[in-house]
């Protein structure tokens, strides 16, 4: 049977201004309880009140210590649980105290404590905290299980509430339990350590086993012990290549990628001319089995003709392929051996090659072949540039420039060039590695590949001359195909999850993302990065579909998000320049009309300002230029209405 003591005492002392339940409480209300497991009353471990500890057993107990009031008679409604003593006539009697479920915190009883994996087993210790209150003197028994898991601050602020603890020992008492939860933590961590020292000294614990985890533990935590950071053979030659192209050197360099260029474009001039032999013959002679065919060949012999006719294609273009490979490796490995050998000498200045090796005379440029059908037509460029600036009140100046022109132009090389020194990529090296950095905004479909539109011709123009700092395009392409599928693997687990229980419609396009996880959607974008194009460093492939040629398109496009993500990207990367498709398309067609382009200009224009206005809070304002193309064909004329003079 649960007995309950009840000592009603009320101490008349002047009392802070505190929470409603304590001013209800105002004093001491110190009730005990007595515990069935032990069947003793009044001593330390025993009583059952609430402790707000987590996997504490709830039989934290306030006593009087050395009282000499009589104990009332036990209160028919008391439990073990939750008895309280009944308040004296005129005063309300204290809130019901709440047990709390084990294992769960006071503070917070919905979320489980994070364990403490440090100990393997857990030790129960009595704290024990005595005070006064004018002639009465109490002990407050709170058993703690250590190590403790629960915030030290928040079981103080449990056992004030809970006990009606006067206000007059708050400080007090979180002094004490803050020092004895630290004196016992002190002295497990002593007794763990003593138990692993006598487990080293009787052999139990290899102790070559032992440094070499207390070694590995320093070099990974500790700056101090941890190995320095080996500079890559990139990084290296990024720093190398910095210092020479802005040295007397950089015309040697120009010089020598341009030779590499004309001897790369060579041998691509000389593929195209056998595979225009190959396709010209193989049409010759399919034209004449299809006279044929039905008088002494069947439909079996054309098939069997095309496909050796394909075969013979892709023999000669791999052929052709890993000549193009071996070149350009050959040309990047002794480009990059030389940089270096030239970096070399330019620190001794007691070198006499230094002037022989960037000394540079005509006879040794080389001139790419005229009229090998290479050389691009150079149109005359129409522009227009306007400075504005853009802020509510730090304003920020920018630069637009408005061109008619094919986004590859900025891509190609100049075949043309007699003197080799002045190349038109200079201002592109020598800001290789800055922070102003080029780029520019391909529209592509959601396949990342090279085979078709505009990917191919960039594809071709890319291959036209080595990467001497970044992989080639495919290279590029082949490790953002593996990005994707391990991110689209990612989202379609997670959006099963999450639509686990969804209607079929969402079923279907589960199913259908699943389908083409190798595909990209329409506003996502990747990005390749390039040094041998002629004034671009960085290309922006941005995914569109049918719908930007449509006359529909709004602000919230994907394609319109998809610049608002690019020129976020250009601010986190100091890209200060960009060119994007002013109308969103690289081709004119027959329904873009004069209404239709002036409404997507007004559109992009609009957006692209805004999102402008917005790098303010990315960048902190810095000056850029924006590029705005327009396709080559693109022309805007009235009608001429022609009338008979009868």
């Given at each position: 049977m649960t007995t309950l003591l009840?000592?009603?005492?009320?101490?008349?002392?002047p009392l802070p201004a505190r929470s409603r339940q304590q001013q209800q409480g105002a004093g001491l209300v110190a009730s005990l309880a007595h515990s069935p497991q032990s069947g003793r009353l009044g001593e330390k471990s025993g009583g059952g009140g609430l402790l707000a500890a987590e996997s504490a057993p709830a039989d934290a107990q306030v006593r009087q210590e050395g009282g000499s009031r009589p104990a009332s008679p036990p209160s028919?409604?008391?439990?073990?649980?939750?008895g309280h003593a009944p308040a004296p006539a005129g005063q309300k009697p204290p809130l019901p105290r709440r047990p709390f479920p084990s294992g769960l915190s006071a503070g917070n009883n919905l979320k489980k404590m994070k364990p403490n994996k440090g100990k393997a087993c857990a030790r129960e210790r009595d704290f024990v905290y005595?005070?006064?209150?004018?002639n009465q003197h109490l002990v407050l028994t709170v058993p703690l299980k250590f190590p403790v898991q629960e915030n030290i601050s928040h079981l103080h602020g449990r056992l004030m509430l809970l006990h009606n603890l006067p206000c007059i020992v708050e400080n007090d008492l979180k002094q004490s339990l803050n020092k004895f939860v630290e004196e016992e933590t002190i002295k497990d961590y002593d007794r763990e350590a003593e138990m692993a020292l006598e487990a080293v000294k009787s052999g139990k614990v290899d102790i070559n086993q032992l440094a070499d985890n207390w070694a590995k533990a320093y070099k990974e935590t500790t700056l101090e012990y941890a190995k320095p950071e080996e500079t890559s053979w990139d990084e290296d030659f990024a720093d190398v290549y910095h210092d020479l192209i802005h040295s007397p050197a950089s015309e040697t360099l120009l010089n020598l990628e341009h030779n590499y260029f004309v001897s790369i474009s060579e041998l691509i001039s000389e593929r195209d001319v056998e595979l225009k032999k190959l396709r010209e013959r193989q049409g010759a002679e399919m034209d004449k089995v299809m006279q044929e065919l039905g008088k002494s060949l069947t439909d079996q012999d054309v098939n069997s003709l095309a496909a050796q006719h394909f075969e013979s294609q892709q023999d000669l273009e791999n052929k052709w392929t890993n000549e193009l490979k071996q070149s350009t490796a050959i040309q990047k490995q002794e480009y990059q051996e030389w940089v270096i050998k030239l970096h070399q000498d330019l620190k001794n200045p007691n070198s006499s090659s230094i002037s022989d090796e960037i000394k540079v005379?005509?006879?040794?440029?080389?001139?790419?072949?005229?009229?090998?059908?290479?050389?691009y037509e150079e149109q005359r460029l129409l522009e227009e540039s306007f400075t504005i600036h853009l802020g509510a009140q730090l304003k920020t100046m920018h630069n637009l420039r408005l061109l008619r022109a094919d986004m590859l132009d900025f891509c190609k090389h100049k075949r043309n060039h007699r003197s080799g020194v002045k190349l038109h990529r200079l201002q592109t090296a020598m800001s290789l590695y800055s922070t102003s950095l080029c780029g520019l905004v391909l529209l592509v479909d959601n396949r990342i590949s090279s085979y078709s539109g505009i990917k191919r011709d960039f594809a071709?123009?890319?291959?036209?001359?080595t990467d001497f700092h970044f992989p080639g395009i495919q290279e590029q392409l082949e490790i953002i195909q593996k990005v994707v599928l391990k991110a689209r693997a990612q989202r379609s687990s997670k959006s099963k999850r999450h639509h686990g229980n969804k209607n079929s419609g969402n079923e279907d396009k589960c199913k259908n993302i699943e389908r083409n996880q190798s595909n990209i959607l329409p506003g996502?974008?990747?990005i390749t990065r390039h040094s041998n194009l002629s004034e671009i460093h960085v290309a922006f492939h941005l995914c569109v579909d049918d719908n930007v040629r449509s006359g529909n398109v709004t602000a919230r496009d994907p394609a319109i998000m998809g610049l608002r993500n690019i020129l976020k990207v250009c601010c986190t990367h100091d890209i200060t320049t960009i060119s994007i498709p002013l109308l969103l398309v690289h081709d004119m067609s027959e329904e873009m009309t004069i209404p239709w382009c002036l409404k997507r200009a007004e559109l992009v224009f609009k957006c692209v300002k805004g999102f402008m206005m917005e790098m303010a809070s990315w960048d902190g304002g810095i000056s850029r230029t924006v590029q705005f193309l327009v396709p080559q064909i693109f022309r805007v004329s009235s009608t001429l209405t022609l009338t008979s003079k009868h």
């Open positions: 009840p000592l009603p005492l009320r101490l008349p002392l028919s409604s008391g439990s073990a649980d939750g005595k005070f006064s209150a004018g005379q005509p006879s040794q440029l080389r001139e790419s072949v005229e009229g090998n059908g290479r050389i071709t123009v890319c291959q036209e001359c996502e974008f990747y």
